[in-house]
């Protein structure tokens, strides 16, 4: 196991609480829906380049606040999402609901779940997916997305793989603010073991508000993905092709090719 704690919490003069980061939903959708421009219109371009006929239903697996649901909404999509997290459920309903919106989003495990309708795109951008501890539950994700997206829709999948001949970033830091509430997030890593194939990624929001100040410490627990790994579990669902690869740039008109010292991928993956 590579052990890597070089980059704790440093010490802060405010309360410090241990806890899920997905049972703040207030603090997620600042954090990580202040700019969700790049990956809305990615999914967009994605429909005009790799779909046959203009899209108009969409679904998005781990939907967690549902920033991109939201917007997707706006933009006149019949939208809809599940997450494990009935804060993150109810904070995304709550949003659809005083927007005008269907209440789409429900409570439910994304490695065995079933929808009634079928949708056009599904999408799942920043590594949820790799939240999926086992083979098993892994490729019973792809497989009840295969039932959940029509022929010849898509999905977008986009996950950080864990290059084999560089070696991978181990830290991050970025900050967001609305009004009075400003936060800043690190995240870095605690341990990668990829024998086992589980790495565990701490992280905190540094809370900052007139009132009171907070950090809330979490860690994430992922399952690893080789740019190997990744392609034979995909082979192996028998129900995705993957026609192109991205990175997170999100730009329609620069695919990349992965090897093994490919970080970030969206795998753009068609339905058979
Ligand atoms: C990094 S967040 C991403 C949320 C959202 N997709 C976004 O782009 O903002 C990961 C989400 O995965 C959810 N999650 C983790 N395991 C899950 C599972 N087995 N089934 C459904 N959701 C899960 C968490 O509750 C959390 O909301």
């Not at 606040?65 to 599940?82: H, Y």
């Not at 109810?90 to 495990?109: H, I, M, S, Y």
């Amino acid at each position: 196991m590579n052990q890597n704690s070089s980059h704790p919490p440093t010490a802060c003069a405010w309360p410090v609480v241990d806890e899920s980061i997905y049972d703040h939903p207030k603090f997620y959708d600042l954090v990580f829906g202040a700019d969700c421009a790049a990956e809305i219109k990615f999914i967009l371009a994605c429909g005009e380049a790799y779909l046959t006929r203009a899209p108009r239903r969409m679904f998005e697996p781990a939907c967690g606040t549902g920033r991109l649901l939201f917007w997707l909404a706006k933009r006149g999509f019949d939208v809809a999402g599940l997450d494990l997290n009935p804060n993150a459920v109810d904070f995304c309903n709550a949003r659809l609901k005083r927007k005008g919106f269907p209440e789409t989003a429900f409570v439910a495990d994304m490695a065995d779940f079933k929808v009634r309708r079928k949708y056009d795109i599904a999408f799942n951008t920043i590594n949820s997916f790799r939240h999926l501890g086992t083979e098993k539950a892994a490729r019973g994700h792809l497989q009840s997305m295969g039932e959940a997206v029509r022929k010849g829709g898509i999905y977008l999948l986009g996950v950080h793989l864990t290059p084999t001949t560089v070696p991978p970033s181990e830290t991050e830091s970025w900050s967001a603010r609305r009004g009075h509430l400003s936060i800043n997030t690190h995240m870095w890593t605690n341990s990668r073991d990829a024998k086992s194939r589980v790495e565990r990624f701490g992280i905190y929001f540094d809370v900052h508000r007139p009132s009171q100040s907070l950090r809330i410490v979490d860690e994430l627990v992922l399952r690893s993905y080789t740019p190997a790994q990744m392609n034979r579990l995909i082979r192996s669902s028998e129900c995705w092709d993957v026609v192109a690869t991205y990175d997170f740039a999100y730009e329609i008109d620069e695919p990349i090719t992965v090897d093994a010292s490919t970080e970030d991928v969206v795998y753009v993956m068609r339905r058979r």
